[in-house]
């Protein structure tokens, strides 16, 4: 399912707005320190239930990228769902084990969805891109679309689907992360005919701004500094999970391995939050690895951080606009 990276989670970045002089010669209020966490995958429903009490608690919101072969079984929709260079009814992640299972998870979103969270794309069948063309990617959003469309229907509860849910289904998804955080030369041009607004399957040197190709904006998961050493690893829980028990599921170790995270978090928002005010992101996947010591890390770094002054824990969309003014403020663009 993972390469080196992965990206089937959640997601946390920081991002700024900006403190230049105002028009009228007085100092502009502070930049924002935007912290922005995604998971991938989103499929998990006991950890829809702890991921939204957590933004509950902490007041963050949260980007939920949304792998489209949890709303479907592999009896039903999983066996006409075919991705590209692929055997129909295949999918790296496998899918929804039942109705009931894929009932409960499309209430999720919706519930996520009100409660002002922002629901992204992973694609469908977690594969890897890196060859895809542009009609390829295009035919992946559209299995991506058609899924989440029908997916109370797939549940088997299509009479409660909400009046709002189409228009949510057709224009709400704005954003993508690539599994694997692998793209080729036909993502952008897919994404942008697709009209998404944002792409986050970059990874940066360290906290950067998010760039812009035409009108989409490209977001990367920094590498930040970690451990005795400080050697720079991708803010992902993943590759956290890789270096601290390559791999390997280690309970016994748990506590350790929470503190190291909780440490690293710190340490890269206190840079910028002391510093230049360059954007963090940190991710996530629905999935507790080394006894969930990365998702208490999270739990604990979000609960000190996000009610500090001037720090907003925003979901992507969220962010867009602070970064169009921070853009007009600096007068340039990122």
């Known amino acids: 399912m993972f390469r080196f990276i992965a990206a089937s989670t959640v997601t946390l970045a920081v991002l700024s707005s900006a403190g230049a002089e105002a028009n009228d010669g007085r100092d502009a209020p502070p930049r ?55 055997k129909a009814g295949r999918s790296n992640v496998g899918f929804a084990q039942s109705r009931e299972e894929i009932a409960a998870r499309v209430r999720h979103i919706w519930q996520a969805h009100l409660a002002g969270h922002d629901i992204g794309s992973h694609a469908c069948g977690h594969f890897d891109g890196e060859d895809w063309s542009k009609a390829d990617w295009l035919q992946e959003f559209r299995a991506f679309d058609s899924a989440l469309t029908g997916a109370w229907k797939a549940g088997g509860i299509e009479n409660e689907q909400p009046d709002g849910w189409a228009d949510f289904a057709r224009t709400d998804i704005k954003g993508f992360r690539a599994p694997y955080l692998s793209t080729s030369d036909g993502l952008v041009p897919a994404l942008e005919k697709a009209g998404f607004s944002y792409d986050a399957s970059l990874v940066t040197k360290g906290p950067a701004w998010p760039t812009a190709q035409h009108e989409l904006q490209r977001f990367g998961l920094p590498l930040i500094p970690e451990g005795p050493e400080q050697r720079r690893v991708i803010g992902m829980d993943y590759n956290l999970f890789i270096r601290h028990s390559m791999g390997v599921e280690n309970r016994r170790n748990s506590a350790v391995f929470e503190e190291r995270t909780l440490a690293a978090y710190r340490n890269a928002f206190r840079t910028q939050y002391e510093g230049e005010r360059i954007p963090l992101q940190l991710g996530f996947h629905f999935v507790e690895m080394n006894g969930g010591a990365y998702w208490r890390a999270l739990d604990r770094f979000l609960t000190e951080t996000c009610t500090k002054p001037d720090v907003a824990c925003i979901s992507y969309s969220q962010a867009l606009p602070l970064i169009e003014a921070q853009k007009k403020a600096d007068g340039s663009a990122f």
């Not at 998990?44 to 479907?72: E, I, Q």
């Open 32 to 86: 924002k320190q935007i912290v922005l966490v995604s998971f991938d995958g989103a499929h998990d429903n006991r950890l829809w239930d702890k991921s939204l009490d957590m933004g509950r608690r902490t007041g963050a919101h949260f980007t939920y990228f949304l792998s489209c072969t949890f709303l479907m079984t592999k009896a039903e929709g999983g066996k006409t769902y075919q991705a590209p260079g692929h």
